[in-house]
Nanobody, 117 residues
């Protein structure tokens, strides 16, 4: 069955770094664009970063440009989110999403990131 499993979340101090991973299975990963979203308590889920199926193009929310990097390894069916200079307001559950042309979409279960001293 289709699975997207996020990992790498945790507690980090302000200014620190984390690297999230999202391992995919059950579908042809290389056919799907991938995204990272986050949802803070009481807020709507928001797009953080996007990468095309080949990894040739990326896009970021303005709030994370220059600090976050999305990447993927199609040989490992995994997408990553390197997060640097983290801020307390970026505390949220981070989700990965796979989307294919035609609207087929899969979501992971999320991983908690807490930025606090």
């Amino acid at each position: 069955q289709v699975q997207l499993v996020e990992s790498g979340g945790g507690l980090v101090q302000p200014g620190g770094s984390l690297r999230l991973s999202c391992a995919a299975s059950g579908f042809t990963f290389s056919n799907y664009a991938m995204s990272w979203y986050r949802q803070a308590p009481g807020k709507e889920r928001e797009l953080v970063a996007f990468i095309t199926s080949t990894g040739g193009s990326t896009n970021y929310a303005d709030s994370v440009k220059g600090r976050f990097t999305i990447s993927r390894d199609n040989s490992k069916n995994t997408v990553y989110l390197q997060m640097n200079s983290l801020k307390p307001e970026e505390t949220a559950v981070y989700y990965c999403k796979a989307v294919r042309r035609g609207g087929v979409t899969y979501w992971g279960q999320g991983t908690q990131v807490t930025v606090s001293s």
